[in-house]
């Protein structure tokens, strides 16, 4: 019999894993139980085609899911989660379970056409490279960075080049496009040494300063230049692109990508409603407020806290926790809003604005902020799905069809992302460091406050 859970009964599932490595010591708690017992979910829906592979169906419930092979739904992110578990258990079952899984993916990799749909940080190429990073620096295997290697040559040999840099198909975000594919090469040109991804990097920087719509306010990103409005949060526009840009400014010391950054910022700035709320899209969207990761705060303030870190300019912090604060007096730990659906993954719901609070203390110190993931959390847990033991979380994806639930199983929206952040805040009372830091977060560093 199915039953909605609470966090007392979470307390007391006792935990059904391979006994730990001796340098790990888990106290069992409710949300490395919880985590355990999500990974159950994820563990009787394996597709097993072969002794070296694991793969998943995006929605197990659903006899026409597909095996995505995103960052986003698919392998790629539960690859990402069983590392986590790996790191917080020892268990090698679930070290194991993530090989199997990436060899999958480097498997499938070879047949992946570049194309919009299919070289973004959460959509494709890029996403793929992302998680061979995770696990070449867990296990250290050749194959993995080899496989780096060959996402850094796709995404540069499938480029459009211009007179001023490259695009795929001129999409500039997050999610799809030129800056989520920006911060992975970033990231792998640092760690490891990959010149062509250096280049790379630059010539999307430079492209999209032409892709910018200007305004007497300041500069503004579409998704696409053909669309017809602007979304200006994190995901798919105006905020996740100045963040790709001062995070370029920081490498290269180009101030025309700081210029951008900061003439995006002032534009989010002057566009904020009373709560430090942007409307989802504009025109049209002029009354809708998301506060979560893709279109809400959870993800712009990113841009705000990297401008805040670069040039220590007070208007940058005080957004931040104008957003925060709003967000907390909205109460959405007790009641859901237009912009705050049945969802609680990591994209869209309860999961990312968690983590993103918990965030907000380690470079606050704000304690109400950390009891506000808390509380969050306690909320995720309470809606889970539990059958003998085995948890998934049924919700809608999209706030336009709210009686389309299903349970999937990845990153953005299903059981691994929401078990990553089970075990990212166990880790954190443990005081442990977490494995998985996604390519667009900012680490956090504790700001010293001033009275000035």
């Known amino acids: 019999m199915k039953i909605r859970l609470s966090l007392l009964v979470l307390m007391a599932i006792l935990l059904s894993c391979q006994p730990e490595s001796p340098k790990h010591n888990n106290t069992n708690t409710a949300l490395l139980t919880a985590a355990l017992n999500a990974e159950a979910y994820l563990h009787e829906n394996i597709i097993e085609e072969s002794p070296n592979t694991l793969s998943w169906k995006m929605m197990p419930d659903s006899a026409n899911s597909p095996i995505d092979v995103s960052l986003y739904s698919g392998v790629p992110g539960i690859v990402l989660f069983y590392l986590e578990l790996y790191n917080a258990t020892g268990n090698t079952d679930h070290l194991n379970k993530a090989e199997k899984g990436a060899n999958y993916m480097l498997e499938t990799m070879s047949a992946i056409k570049p194309n919009v749909n299919t070289v973004g940080l959460y959509t494709g190429i890029a996403g793929i490279g992302y998680m061979a990073s995770e696990i070449y620096q867990v296990t250290k295997a050749p194959k993995y960075k080899e496989a780096i290697v060959n996402t850094v040559d796709m995404l540069a040999n499938s480029a459009t080049k211009t007179v001023h840099g490259v695009h795929w198909g001129m999409t500039s975000d997050i999610v799809y496009g030129a800056a989520g594919i920006g911060l992975y090469l970033n990231k792998v040109a640092d760690e490891y040494n990959i010149k062509k991804a250096d280049i790379l990097s630059v010539l999307v920087a430079n492209q999209l ?7 007497e306010d300041g500069l503004r990103w579409k998704m696409s230049p053909g669309m017809d409005i602007h ?19 920081e490498r290269t010391g180009n101030e025309d990508y700081l210029v951008a950054a900061k003439a995006a910022g002032n534009w989010l700035a002057k566009s904020t409603n009373d709560e430090g709320l ?16 893709c279109h809400g705060p959870a993800g712009t303030t990113r841009l705000y806290y990297a401008l805040y870190e670069i040039t220590g300019e007070n208007q940058w912090l005080d957004l931040i926790n104008n957003a925060a604060n709003g967000v907390i007096a909205l109460e959405i730990d007790e009641k859901r809003t237009p912009g705050y659906w049945n969802n609680v993954g990591k994209c869209c719901g309860d999961s990312g604005v968690a983590e993103h609070y918990l965030w907000l203390y380690e470079i606050t110190g704000n304690e109400d902020y950390l009891s506000f993931a808390k509380k969050l959390t306690q909320n ?23 009686d389309e639930i299903a349970a999937q199983t990845g990153l953005m929206q299903g059981t691994a992302g929401i078990g990553l952040w089970l075990l990212q805040l166990n880790a954190f ?20 406050m001033t009275n000035d």
Do not use: C
């Open 209 to 215: 300063l032409e892709q910018s719509t200007v305004s």
């Open 278 to 293: 942007v409307a989802h899209h504009l025109p049209g969207g002029e009354d809708l407020y998301y506060l979560s990761w």
């Open 380 to 402: 995720i847990l309470a809606a889970a799905d539990n059958s003998e033991g085995i948890l998934k979380w049924i919700h809608a994806e999209n706030r336009r069809s709210p």
């Open 231 to 249: 979304m200006d949060n994190f995901s798919h526009g105006t905020a996740g692109v100045a963040y790709y840009l001062a995070e370029m400014f």
């Open 429 to 448: 009372e443990e005081g442990k460091p977490s494995q998985i830091q996604l390519p667009d977060k900012p680490k956090a560093k504790r700001i010293e």
